[in-house]
């Protein structure tokens, strides 16, 4: 993945609902599940937010809590 995905997903996911600092940073926690089943999403509007919800009974621990923190704010 280019380094401008990865910053186009990074801005997504913090200007979708931002995390609090006690909890797990969704860009760090989700770039391999991003990688691995919504590579071909492009970012804006959710998107990828939506596809890695989509993908949620697959998706590693440590994104499902960062996801969870997200949603909590």
Same mark, same amino acid.
């Given at each position: 993945?280019? =380094?401008?995905? +990865?910053? /186009? *997903? /990074?801005?997504?996911? &913090? +200007?979708? !609902?931002?995390?609090?600092?006690?909890?797990? #940073?969704?860009? !760090? &926690? %989700? =770039? &391999? #599940?991003?990688?691995?089943? %919504? @590579?071909?999403? @492009?970012?804006?509007?959710?998107?990828?937010?939506? %596809?890695?919800?989509?993908?949620?009974?697959?998706?590693? &621990? @440590? %994104?499902?809590?960062? *996801? #969870?923190?997200?949603? =909590?704010?």
């Amino acid at each position: 993945m280019s =380094k401008l995905s +990865f910053v /186009a *997903i /990074a801005l997504v996911i &913090a +200007f979708s !609902g931002g995390v609090s600092a006690q909890s797990s #940073d969704p860009r !760090g &926690a %989700c =770039k &391999a #599940d991003y990688d691995k089943f %919504c @590579a071909g999403v @492009a970012p804006g509007g959710g998107r990828v937010v939506a %596809c890695l919800n989509g993908k949620r009974d697959q998706l590693s &621990a @440590a %994104c499902k809590t960062a *996801i #969870d923190s997200r949603k =909590k704010q």
